[in-house]
Protein backbone atom coordinates (compact mmCIF):
# COMPACT_ATOMS: atom_id res chain seq x y z
CA UNK A 1 0.00 0.00 0.00
CA UNK A 2 1.42 3.16 -1.25
CA UNK A 3 1.39 6.30 1.57
CA UNK A 4 2.92 9.23 1.01
CA UNK A 5 2.78 12.06 4.43
CA UNK A 6 4.10 15.44 4.77
CA UNK A 7 5.16 17.14 8.13
CA UNK A 8 6.60 20.48 8.70
CA UNK A 9 4.68 23.44 7.49
CA UNK A 10 3.90 26.15 9.35
CA UNK A 11 3.69 30.08 9.54
CA UNK A 12 6.76 32.56 9.46
CA UNK A 13 8.30 35.73 8.73
CA UNK A 14 9.42 36.98 5.15
CA UNK A 15 12.99 36.32 5.15
CA UNK A 16 12.31 32.94 7.73
CA UNK A 17 13.05 29.16 7.13
CA UNK A 18 11.75 25.92 7.34
CA UNK A 19 12.27 22.62 6.59
CA UNK A 20 9.06 20.13 5.09
CA UNK A 21 9.57 16.22 5.70
CA UNK A 22 8.08 13.87 3.21
CA UNK A 23 7.56 9.97 4.24
CA UNK A 24 6.91 7.73 1.02
CA UNK A 25 6.42 4.09 1.81
CA UNK A 26 4.67 0.71 0.22
CA UNK A 27 6.82 1.36 -3.70
CA UNK A 28 8.38 -1.83 -5.28
CA UNK A 29 11.91 -0.29 -4.76
CA UNK A 30 13.67 1.75 -2.29
CA UNK A 31 14.94 4.15 -4.70
CA UNK A 32 11.88 6.42 -5.57
CA UNK A 33 10.94 9.41 -7.33
CA UNK A 34 9.56 12.03 -5.02
CA UNK A 35 8.61 15.83 -5.81
CA UNK A 36 7.28 18.41 -4.06
CA UNK A 37 4.39 20.89 -5.17
CA UNK A 38 2.53 23.66 -4.11
CA UNK A 39 -0.88 25.61 -4.70
CA UNK A 40 -2.89 28.54 -3.86
CA UNK A 41 -6.61 28.72 -3.41
CA UNK A 42 -7.84 29.38 -7.61
CA UNK A 43 -4.48 27.92 -9.07
CA UNK A 44 -3.30 24.47 -10.05
CA UNK A 45 -0.43 22.93 -8.68
CA UNK A 46 2.58 24.55 -9.29
CA UNK A 47 5.98 22.40 -9.65
CA UNK A 48 8.66 23.31 -6.89
CA UNK A 49 11.40 20.70 -6.68
CA UNK A 50 11.67 16.60 -7.39
CA UNK A 51 14.66 14.41 -6.61
CA UNK A 52 15.55 11.24 -7.32
CA UNK A 53 16.97 7.87 -5.46
CA UNK A 54 20.17 8.84 -6.64
CA UNK A 55 20.29 12.60 -5.43
CA UNK A 56 19.65 13.72 -9.16
CA UNK A 57 17.21 17.13 -8.50
CA UNK A 58 15.10 18.99 -10.58
CA UNK A 59 13.43 22.73 -9.32
CA UNK A 60 11.72 25.41 -10.92
CA UNK A 61 13.20 28.07 -12.14
CA UNK A 62 11.95 30.86 -9.81
CA UNK A 63 12.90 28.94 -6.63
CA UNK A 64 16.53 27.57 -7.11
CA UNK A 65 18.88 28.82 -4.75
CA UNK A 66 16.02 29.42 -1.80
CA UNK A 67 14.52 26.43 -2.00
CA UNK A 68 16.96 22.81 -2.07
CA UNK A 69 15.21 19.02 -1.79
CA UNK A 70 17.07 16.40 -0.56
CA UNK A 71 17.18 12.59 0.93
CA UNK A 72 18.29 11.34 4.01
CA UNK A 73 21.23 8.34 4.04
CA UNK A 74 18.59 5.80 4.75
CA UNK A 75 16.43 6.82 1.64
CA UNK A 76 13.36 6.78 3.93
CA UNK A 77 12.66 10.60 4.18
CA UNK A 78 12.90 13.40 1.63
CA UNK A 79 12.98 17.29 3.06
CA UNK A 80 12.68 20.64 1.42
CA UNK A 81 14.49 23.01 3.17
CA UNK A 82 12.87 26.50 2.47
CA UNK A 83 15.21 29.88 3.05
CA UNK A 84 14.42 33.22 2.17
CA UNK A 85 10.80 32.90 2.26
CA UNK A 86 8.22 35.80 1.12
CA UNK A 87 4.87 35.71 1.27
CA UNK A 88 4.27 34.81 -1.96
CA UNK A 89 5.64 31.18 -1.23
CA UNK A 90 2.08 30.76 1.28
CA UNK A 91 0.65 27.80 0.08
CA UNK A 92 0.02 24.20 0.47
CA UNK A 93 2.62 22.31 -0.30
CA UNK A 94 2.13 18.56 -1.23
CA UNK A 95 4.74 15.53 -1.44
CA UNK A 96 3.66 13.31 -4.31
CA UNK A 97 5.82 10.07 -5.26
CA UNK A 98 6.29 7.51 -8.08
CA UNK A 99 8.78 4.79 -8.56
CA UNK A 100 11.16 6.93 -11.44
CA UNK A 101 11.58 10.01 -12.59
CA UNK A 102 12.21 9.46 -16.27
CA UNK A 103 14.11 13.16 -16.14
CA UNK A 104 14.45 12.40 -19.84
CA UNK A 105 10.58 12.51 -19.89
CA UNK A 106 10.60 16.16 -18.81
CA UNK A 107 7.80 15.24 -17.08
CA UNK A 108 8.73 16.19 -13.44
CA UNK A 109 6.87 19.20 -13.51
CA UNK A 110 3.22 17.63 -14.14
CA UNK A 111 1.33 16.36 -11.57
CA UNK A 112 -0.19 14.00 -13.27
CA UNK A 113 3.29 12.19 -13.64
CA UNK A 114 3.16 11.25 -9.69
CA UNK A 115 1.54 8.35 -8.42
CA UNK A 116 0.63 9.03 -4.78
CA UNK A 117 0.21 12.17 -2.64
CA UNK A 118 0.09 13.35 0.57
CA UNK A 119 -2.71 15.69 2.32
CA UNK A 120 -0.49 18.62 2.13
CA UNK A 121 1.23 20.83 4.61
CA UNK A 122 0.20 24.72 4.80
CA UNK A 123 2.90 27.14 4.87
CA UNK A 124 2.00 30.83 5.73
CA UNK A 125 4.72 33.64 5.38
CA UNK A 126 4.01 36.82 6.69
CA UNK A 127 5.43 39.95 5.85
Known amino acids: QVQVMESGGGSVQAGGSLRLSCAAS????????VGWFRQVPGKGREEVATIDGRGVTRYADSLKGRFTISIDSAKTLTYLQMNSLIPEDTAMYYC?????????????????????WGQGTQVTVSS
Open 26 to 33: GFKYRQRC
Open 96 to 116: AARDQCLFGLSRWRDPGFFRA
